[in-house]
């Protein structure tokens, strides 16, 4: 069955995937769910809807993301950035997170699904200091969007993008945003299964 969602919803998105990728999300799947049973990772226990609101949510952004370095800012159980490497492994993917028990988490992720292109940082994003900036910086539920900006600024290349993935259209945080950045787009999202609204906004430098 966990095949089955997966399929359909790749197609939905359009998005041909090779085999050991969407094997390799399967078992990320099933990783998640058996140490979210002792260290509470995500608030969704079932591994049907684990694909669908973690998995699809995921990639759903995959168009937007531009190399060749992607920051995961905040990235908690590895997502937005697991599912995204898999997909992109032409990509260099750092995933950010200040919690150890997530850390420890993507770490192992990471070594048992035989991931080659992602770093794992474990820091207070306002004191990361990587050895070269970002092209693409994306955040799930991480933070407001003013505060994203404000605490991965520095991490940032010259023309890269912000990206900030959210559920119902952002009018108060898109209207907080400071004077120096500037949005470039906000995109409905169509997450296939989910009956939820989501958003992407894209935030350039000026």
Not at 112 to 125: G, M, S, Y
Not at 173 to 185: D, G, K, M, N, R
Request: aromatic residues 6%.
């Amino acid at each position: 069955m966990l095949e089955k969602i997966l399929t359909q919803g790749l197609q939905a998105l359009k998005l041909r995937l090779p085999p050991e990728a969407r094997r390799a999300l399967l078992d990320f799947v099933l990783l998640l769910d058996k140490w979210n049973q002792a260290y509470n990772l995500t608030a969704v226990r079932d591994p049907q809807q684990m694909i669908t609101r973690h998995i699809l949510d995921s990639l759903s952004v995959l168009p937007f993301v531009k190399g060749p370095r992607v920051l995961d800012v905040g990235s908690g159980a590895g997502l937005p950035g697991i599912p995204l490497a898999l997909a992109q492994p032409q990509l260099d993917f750092v995933l950010l997170d200040s919690n150890a028990k997530k850390t420890r988490f993507i770490t192992q992720a990471v070594a048992d699904l035989r991931i080659k292109n992602v770093e794992i940082a474990q820091e207070r994003v306002e004191k990361y200091q990587p050895r070269k900036k970002f092209n693409t910086l994306i955040s799930r539920a991480f933070a407001s969007i003013a505060d994203m900006l404000a605490s991965t600024g520095h991490l940032a290349d010259a023309g890269a993008e912000f990206l900030a993935m959210k559920g119902v259209y952002p009018q108060e945080e898109l209207a907080a945003i400071p004077q120096h950045y500037q949005v470039s787009s906000v995109q409905a999202l169509q997450v296939p299964g989910l009956d939820a609204a989501r958003h992407l906004v894209i935030i350039t430098g000026r």
